[in-house]
């Protein structure tokens, strides 16, 4: 499924509430034992999670305290990948220019939405280059410079990938055959992915005007979530969310997101489309038809960024750029506020068994990249580890699928098998 990160790059405490407030049904609880997987971590430290679930007026909510730090699922990601694609020289079909996004097929053919050309590159499940389906262009199946964004398997078996500059979504076949566009309702840009009855979970792009040399240097808007009729039209907004949080300098005509910023993510999760914004640590379960039947909840400490964190994320973003270039930009952002605190999340996932994956934010100089993950009725079961330095476009029942780039700025997609061990 097509999922959203929040973390960007340059160019109050809340609790669990265990009580039972009056009319919000019996509270039940839910005791999960978490496996501890690293040998690092005593055994005997095992934690006892608890999930509490209440009915309010029909929506179902679900309270998780947070695992312990050192925990980990049984779950382990291979040593090495299975598969990976990419190359610095040689075919150029193997040669690959943002990639974006990736899906893997029933049949284990690998698609990539391979954005620097505008078409979508199509693999063996060796990592042998196959095809190349689109192009850029204006016609059916075509699509627009720096598309596709995203690609998914659609309805049937069929392959979704967007024009997100045209609002148009493009639907091939198995076998690479244009077969029809769908355009997407006005206001709306971004395809997020599809339910099982075929409605499309849609957000606008995250742009914004007339902010250059703004009195008020961080900008945020608030950004409306809908789900979309198979052929493109509105079928139910999801309300208005807060959008990114950016930076607009007063010293030149830059704006960007901020690097610590806040933004509001959405995935599908089986039946449902969730939406939830990175300020707090809480999900929200939408049916097709707009009806929020789940809020998720899980403890969470926010943390405030100092100074020194984001001077550091600058330095390191423009390190490579030339020493002019650098110091303009540099000098552009010493006006760059601080947000009042790090998102609680940034990256949200769902598997085929089920399981929402909610990516930790990582905090400047933390080495792992951690996940909670929750069971399908929204109970966690514990945390779970990617590899570093892969960004995770899918989760399957036996693979993680995402993107490297190494230090030669050659990007890679790659495919790790997933062990799911009780």
């Keep these: 499924m097509r999922s959203e990160s929040t973390r960007q790059k340059p160019a109050g405490t809340w609790r669990t509430n265990k009580g039972h407030p009056a009319g919000l049904g019996i509270t039940v609880p839910a005791i999960i034992l978490a496996s501890l997987a690293s040998c690092d971590v005593d055994r005997d430290a095992a934690q ?17 305290t947070r695992p312990a730090p050192g925990s980990r699922l049984g779950w382990r990601v291979g040593e090495a990948p299975d598969v990976s694609i990419g190359t610095g020289e040689g075919d150029e079909g193997e040669m690959l220019f943002t990639v ?8 284990g053919r690998i698609v990539l939405a391979n954005a620097g050309t505008s078409e979508l590159r199509v693999f063996g499940a060796d990592g042998t280059y196959l095809e190349t389906w689109g192009g850029q262009g204006e016609g059916p199946g075509e699509f627009s410079a720096y598309t596709p964004q995203t690609v998914s398997r659609w309805l049937g078996d069929s392959i979704a990938a ?6 148009r979504l493009e639907i091939f076949d198995s076998r690479g055959n244009h077969g029809r566009t769908v355009t997407l309702a006005d206001g709306f840009h971004s395809f997020l992915g599809d339910l099982p009855d075929g409605a499309v979970l849609a957000k606008p792009s995250a742009v914004l005007s007339g902010v250059f040399g703004s009195e008020n ?13 198979p052929d493109g039209e509105l079928r139910v907004s999801l309300g208005a969310h807060p959008g990114e949080e950016w930076f607009s300098s007063p010293a030149g005509p830059m704006a960007m997101p901020h690097p610590f910023g806040r933004s509001t993510i ?7 489309a969730v939406v939830a914004p990175t300020d707090r640590y809480e999900l929200r379960a939408y049916r097709s038809d707009g009806t929020l039947v789940r809020i998720i909840r899980r403890e969470h400490e926010p943390r ?8 550091t994320v600058l330095a390191e973003a423009y390190a490579d750029l030339p020493d002019a ?7 552009e952002t010493e006006d760059m506020p601080l947000v009042e605190f790090f998102p609680a999340f940034e990256a949200l996932h769902s598997d085929p068994l089920g399981y929402l994956w909610v990516q930790e934010y990582r905090l400047p100089g933390a080495p792992q990249v951690v996940w909670t993950v929750f069971e399908p009725e929204g109970r966690v079961q514990g945390f779970a580890e990617t590899p570093r330095g892969l960004d995770v476009f899918e989760i399957g029942e036996d693979y993680v699928l995402g993107k490297t780039i190494d230090e030669f700025d050659v990007e ?5 098998r997933l062990d799911r061990a009780p």
């Design 266 to 272: 959405a995935t599908i999760w089986g039946g449902f």
């Design 325 to 331: 270039r650098r110091t303009r930009l540099l000098a």
């Design 162 to 167: 967007d024009n997100m500059f045209a609002r």
């Design 217 to 229: 240097p961080l900008l945020r808007r608030d950004q409306e979530f809908g789900l979309l009729l």
């Design 304 to 311: 405030s960024p100092t100074q020194a964190e984001l001077d």
């Design 100 to 107: 974006l996004d990736a899906t893997k097929l029933a049949d």
């Design 412 to 416: 890679r997609v790659q495919l790790w």
């Design 48 to 64: 006892i999670l608890i999930s509490e679930a209440r009915d309010s007026a029909g929506v179902a909510i679900v309270e998780n």
